[in-house]
């Protein structure tokens, strides 16, 4: 049983207001480390199987064509999560 | 000037229904691969310096204290963004 990780992120020329909120969140509450902050989605696909680089493949395809809008979002990374979502 | 990302998901026993709508969908749009999708949120913290031990425990305290609800979230990943967000 494998996971594929696919991320997609508002594209840099888009104005992201959840970020902006969470931006002006921080400092409040004692994060003033943090310039600016973007949010965007994190998807994990499970396969039954081993993640092959068809997986991957598909992942990027559906990355692109469903879980994304390319009009206002991109597809940043995909890839095979080898810690299965283990805790910090 | 570094970026650290920070990964929330639902946890492994909440009901996600993003995810299950998703899951429902890929097989009609030609990716019957992927057996279950869980979806959860992925924010990109700036810092004008580098990404220090500091920086990162800071990025792991507000994931858990402000990007996260932690009766149904869990905090999944806080790392630095070597690439940037460069594309794919």
Redesign the interface.
Known sequence: MGR?VV???PK?EILDPQ?KA?AG??PR?G?G????????????????GPVTD??LA?????GE???SNPVIE?????YEDV?Q?A??
């Open positions: 594929v991320d997609v992120m840099p970020g969470v969140a921080l509450l994060f480390q943090f310039a600016s902050v973007r949010q965007g989605k994190r998807f994990e696909l499970e396969v039954d068809e997986i598909a992942a990027r395809a559906a064509q469903v879980l991109d597809v940043v990374a995909v810690e979502g805790a910090l």
